[in-house]
């Protein structure tokens, strides 16, 4: 776990300035949204860490701070460090309030940086920790969607197709719960589809991928993505030509019974002729 005085051989040369914090604050609230291509400087980055050195370590405020400069170590690929913040940001919430969703909300970042760092059994623990927290309240949040769909990822990705199929159908369903934004729905329906065919559903992923199509279709064009639908296109080609492939071995197999049956009907009546 990170201590405040890693923080100590900044103070020299970047004495903190407090005044900047709603600037970062904002400046970081752009980072988180993946929509933007936000980025700091490293005098903004080195700022950051002062800012968080300098607030108490039992605030809130430290700890939306720290769980910002994760996801921004994150998207630089820092990955090793952000694990590091993220552990910071929870352990700091805990202190404050274990039961909010805020801290909810700190984990499953935790979790996905397990997830793309492939240490997967990790990114399972934690992110049912969220989703158990959730069930025992009986209530589904967007923190319970977000950590069921890592939940079907990590799954997946261990080849763990039967229960990556469970988790991202209960994802869709969630997310249909709470109204969820098109673009969360369009990529659950397409994952959902590909987890389908994995367990030779085919049927099912025809009819996901079609479910993926229309809700990208309803999504304004502004806000479309030229890489969704382009997988959900290679998806559904993928899907037309496996059902080519097994119409054509069935129609195959289905001669080849037909000239079996021959085969025994003619050896039939030849042993009989010999018996006779």
Do not use: G, W
């Amino acid at each position: 776990l990170i201590k405040p005085e890693i923080f100590d051989f900044l103070y020299d040369k970047y004495p903190p300035n407090i005044n900047n914090c709603n600037v970062l604050v904002t400046k970081f609230t752009e980072i988180s949204d993946p929509t933007k291509n936000a980025n700091l400087s490293n005098e903004q980055e080195k700022m950051l860490l002062l800012l968080i050195s300098n607030i108490s370590d039992t605030s809130t405020e430290m700890a939306i701070l720290t769980d910002y400069y994760a996801q921004f170590l994150l998207k630089k690929s820092n990955i090793k460090s952000a694990i590091d913040f993220f552990d910071l940001a929870i352990d700091t919430q805990n202190k404050i309030n274990k039961n909010d969703d805020l801290l909810q909300n700190f984990i499953c970042h935790l979790s996905e940086a397990y997830l793309i760092d492939k240490q997967y059994d990790n990114a399972l623990k934690f992110a049912f920790s969220v989703l158990n927290f959730y069930t025992n309240k009986n209530i589904k949040t967007t923190s319970s969607l977000y950590a069921t769909n890592i939940i079907s990822t990590a799954y997946f990705r261990q080849k763990n197709f039967k229960s990556a199929h469970k988790y991202i159908t209960t994802a869709i369903e969630t997310a249909k719960e709470l109204k969820s934004d098109k673009k969360i729905l369009t990529n659950l329906y397409y994952d959902a589809s590909v987890c389908a065919f994995n367990i030779k559903k085919h049927k099912e992923a025809e009819k996901l991928i079609k479910e993926a199509e229309n809700s990208y279709n309803s999504i304004p064009n502004n806000q479309k993505l030229k890489e969704t639908e382009q997988k959900i296109n290679l998806q559904k080609e993928f899907l037309k030509l496996n059902s080519k492939i097994n119409l054509t071995f069935f129609s195959i197999n289905k001669k080849n019974l037909i000239l079996i049956l021959v085969l025994i009907l003619i050896f039939l009546i030849i042993l009989t002729m010999i018996i006779l």
